[in-house]
T-cell receptor, first 112, second 111 residues
Framework: NAGVTQTPKFQVLKTGQSMTLQCAQD?????MYWYRQDPGMGLRLIYY???????DKGEVPNGYNVSRLNKREFSLRLESAAPSQTSVYFC???????????FGAGTRLSVL | GEDVEQSLFLSVREGDSSVINCTYT??????LYWYKQEPGAGLQLLTY?????DMKQDQRLTVLLNKKDKHLSLRIADTQTGDSAIYFC???????????FGGGTRLMVKP
């Protein structure tokens, strides 16, 4: 009964380093999402994937890339990390007519 | 783009009722959601309401929707210390599956 699993849980990077955040869901959902959460700003959508093989930009896509590897997995890549990307990143998946989104536990990223 | 607004903070005493309010701008909203986030955790869906409903009750939770005023509220009856968390309102428009989230209301429950 895993739901949405994100790895890693914590990461510290130096400016300019790259990394990939992994996300997997076992609920057979078509849609998957990446958000970032900053204090007082709620959740902002970075990228989403409405179905396997498609990805689209959200509200704050600059500095990120994504890959929908298969129906289960949706990864987020930071090619050259910047301090402004220090945040908590959440992956979510959703489906059905109400499109309830289910969230992972988050990745806490610090860029020094 | 569309906007969802919430007050930042609410403090109540244990056993009282809590009412968390949310306003939104999207007149084509189809579904509206309430999520709860405990410290260090992800968001957990509490409840949701379809836009053609004006009320939904689920145990201690009551959701009221005033579509004319674009106002959504979440009432928690008999608030407990375990209800202390951040509560997010979110809405879904009629185009696509994306949600727009409010900034969250931090609920503090005092013993």
């Amino acid at each position: 009964n895993a739901g949405v699993t994100q790895t890693p849980k914590f990461q510290v990077l130096k400016t300019g380093q790259s990394m990939t955040l992994q996300c997997a869901q076992d609920m057979n959902h078509n849609s998957m999402y990446w958000y970032r959460q900053d204090p007082g700003m709620g959740l902002r959508l970075i990228y989403y994937s409405a179905s396997e093989g498609t990805t689209d930009k959200g509200e704050v896509p600059n500095g990120y890339n994504v890959s929908r590897l298969n129906k289960r997995e949706f990864s987020l890549r930071l090619e050259s990390a910047a301090p402004s990307q220090t945040s908590v990143y959440f992956c979510a998946s959703g489906g059905g007519i109400s499109n309830i989104q289910y969230f992972g536990a988050g990745t806490r990223l610090s860029v020094l | 783009g569309e906007d969802v607004e919430q007050s930042l903070f609410l403090s109540v005493r244990e056993g009282d009722s809590s009412v968390i309010n949310c306003t939104y701008t999207d007149s084509s909203s189809t579904y509206l959601y309430w999520y709860k986030q405990e410290p260090g955790a992800g968001l957990q869906l509490l409840t949701y309401i379809f836009s053609n409903m004006d009320m939904k009750q689920d145990q201690r939770l009551t959701v009221l929707l005033n579509k004319k005023d674009k106002h959504l509220s979440l009432r928690i009856a008999d608030t407990q210390t375990g209800d202390s968390a951040i509560y997010f309102c979110a809405e879904r428009g009629n185009a696509g599956n994306m949600l727009t989230f409010g900034g969250g209301t931090r609920l503090m429950v005092k013993p």
